[in-house]
């Protein structure tokens, strides 16, 4: 198995020491990725889709993210199968003794495509079993943020020819799991704590853009169709959940 650890950051950001300091202690080799400033290459971006699905057009800060983690699946996605990336960053406090044995946290990915680190909301999830010392929970909501997750080379490749423009911020596209039928998983409790620095791209994120009337009925509509996907994939997942129990 092949454990790549990359920390996304801005080149010459403050953050970076506090980083390094926690990944240094680490016994794996790790490396920074200068995150990007610009929109994924490659992938199209059109503010008008954007307000009609979102409610808003994405700020800069947010393409550039999504333009750090598509870089990463696309680095893994050229990988063998028995590669797993730990993608960070830079604004976490990490669990020492949970990354010390991130080896073994990576063999037990073979099990599971994508796993969730660290949840900014408290979105619905339901238990799934035990994962090593900790437990397995299943979201049924978008549950938001990037700041850690482990990820395979096949569900890099599945995102990547997924996902065939960018309509919303990378979060949310990746909490999809009703369009891109990758679960969300997370390990619990939580092995990692968000440090609060005034992120620009949450600020910017929650201001509401004015909308004409057609509009918010063209962006009320998708809010409507997306509420009913989800609902019908949450129901597909219990009833194979409980075909699976008997």
């Not at 409790?189 to 509009?215: C, H, N, W």
């Not at 009320?220 to 699976?244: I, N, Q």
């Amino acid at each position: 198995m092949t454990l790549l650890i990359r920390c996304i950051s801005l080149a010459g950001s403050d953050r970076r020491a506090r980083m390094a300091e926690q990944l240094d202690a680490l016994p794996f080799d790790w490396s920074f990725f200068d995150a990007c400033t610009v929109p994924p290459a490659g992938l199209p971006y059109d503010p008008a889709r954007t307000l009609a699905r979102h409610g808003r057009e994405l700020t800069r800060g947010e393409l550039g993210c999504f333009a750090s983690h598509w870089a990463l699946w696309r680095e893994l996605a050229a990988m063998d199968d028995d590669a797993v990336m730990l993608v960070l960053e830079d604004d976490i406090l990490i669990n020492p003794v949970f990354f010390a044995a991130m080896d073994r946290v990576a063999a037990a990915m073979r099990r599971y495509g994508y796993l969730r680190l660290y949840a900014k909301v408290p979105a619905g999830a339901r238990y799934e079993g035990p994962f090593l010392d900790r437990h397995m929970a299943r979201f049924s909501g978008r549950a938001y943020g990037t700041q850690a997750y482990l990820i395979t080379p096949a569900t890099a490749r599945h995102w990547l020819g997924s996902i065939r423009e960018v309509v919303r911020p990378i979060d949310d596209e990746m909490d999809r799991y009703w369009a891109h039928g990758v679960p969300i998983r997370a390990a619990f409790p939580f092995p990692v704590m968000e440090v609060d620095y005034g992120s620009t791209i949450e600020g910017k994120r929650r201001v509401a853009t004015p909308l004409s009337k057609p509009q918010r009925l063209r962006w009320e509509w998708a809010k409507a169709s997306e509420k009913a996907w989800r609902h019908l994939a949450d129901l597909r997942s219990r009833v194979s959940g409980a075909r699976t129990k008997r």
